[in-house]
């Protein structure tokens, strides 16, 4: 099996930065596209950013292009979230997420895309 761990959220202030982290292990031999999901209290779970990891394109929530940035080290098998000049509206849990193979029937925005998922890490930015 796959086990995902997010790390690097915390408390920040608007305008700060952080990078989170997810590491993988088990069987990630045959990775095709990770993501970053997140989640406010009382909201349902939205997409954030994912990248594919053979091409490492790279995909975002309009809310987050210009100030955040996913990366890979396929080496690690382990992606990256840069959150740059981070807002109030940023708070949530975010949760990393992997899909073993494409799926055509399914959008890559929505987490019935992945099959795998870590516990979460939360973000909280402060006024």
């Known amino acids: 099996q796959v086990q995902l761990v997010e790390s690097g959220g915390g408390l920040v202030q608007a305008g700060g930065s952080l990078r989170l982290s997810c590491a993988t292990s088990?069987?990630?031999?045959?990775?095709?596209?990770m993501g970053w999901f997140r989640q406010a209290p009382g909201k349902e779970r939205e997409f954030a950013a994912a990248?594919?990891?053979?091409?490492?394109?790279?995909y975002y929530v309009d809310s987050m292009k210009g100030r955040f940035t996913i990366s890979r080290d396929s080496a690690k098998n382990t992606v990256y979230l840069q959150m740059n000049n981070l807002k109030p509206e940023d708070t949530a849990v975010y949760y990393c997420?992997?899909?073993?193979?494409?799926?055509?029937?399914?959008?890559?925005?929505?987490?019935?895309?992945?099959?795998?998922w870590g516990q979460g890490t939360q973000v909280t930015v402060s006024s």
């Open positions: 990248i594919t990891w053979s091409g490492g394109t790279a």
């Open positions: 088990g069987r990630t031999d045959n990775i095709h596209t």
């Open positions: 997420a992997l899909a073993v193979r494409p799926n055509y029937s399914v959008s890559l925005f929505k987490a019935g895309r992945y099959d795998y």
